[in-house]
């Protein structure tokens, strides 16, 4: 048997001594991440050889993958919009469908001629960071209340090459933000998950930083802090997409008009490709 093949019986009997299984892809992607061998050789030749080191290194972390800890962590990168991110395990897992928030806001930008964007609660960055690859007259800034996450947005965004187009801020939503900053987008993935439907989340997010998921009571309280404030940031034609639950939409539609406060006007909400309410536009009074 070759050397990758006793891995794979290994890392099966393995999985279900601990009741759970790895999908071959993800086996490979634990292999490749641990030695830097590329996928595509780990199928094609099957007589690669491991050194002991690498064999101890995957063993060990095929055990902590059989504990629900996510790949994206193990791995320590993740694709979005066909880019590779670094991540780690202080920042959320970008997921699939906040592709549909980028994709909503490059149209957007190109129909009106947008150049500057707030990538607010950024995380890895990889939000303001996929616009700023895809838009190359887009200059971005970004803003997390976590250190790590804006240390994790200043790396990927050098490992980008787009340092020349980006500034970052460290704080509470649009706290750091200079006062006489006027944005023609914000975009944001903020925390948003209904406090109360935290405990039925999947095993694999209770390793992901909680202040970047749990929403607070209906999942609203630092969205309805964004819609607040966020007016007072965007240009006089400037916009705010923002990605949420999708029980949140009816809040969502009424919250201009509810307080008043604001100087935002609720104009649509985009469903993902499930058919659920997730990004919600809202322009410039
Ligand atoms: N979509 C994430 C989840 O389902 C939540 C992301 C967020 O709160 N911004 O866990």
Redesign the pocket.
Known sequence: MSQLNALYAWIKSYASTQHTRIALTEINSIISGMTGIPREHLLTHEDIVLSNTDIERIKKAVKKRATHYPLQYIVGSVEFMGINFLIDPGV?IP?PETELLVETALTYMADREYRTVLDLCCGSGVIGLSIASMERNAFISFTDNSKRAVHLTIKNSESLGLTPRVRFYTGDLFSRVPASERFDLIVS?????PHARMRH?QKE?LYEPVT??D?GRKGMEVIKRIIQQAGKFLNQNGMLII?HDDTQKRYLETLCTDTDQTALKYMKTINDLSGLPRISIFSRK
């Open positions: 959320l997921r993935n903020p925390p948003y998950v989340l997010v970047a998921i929403g990605e």
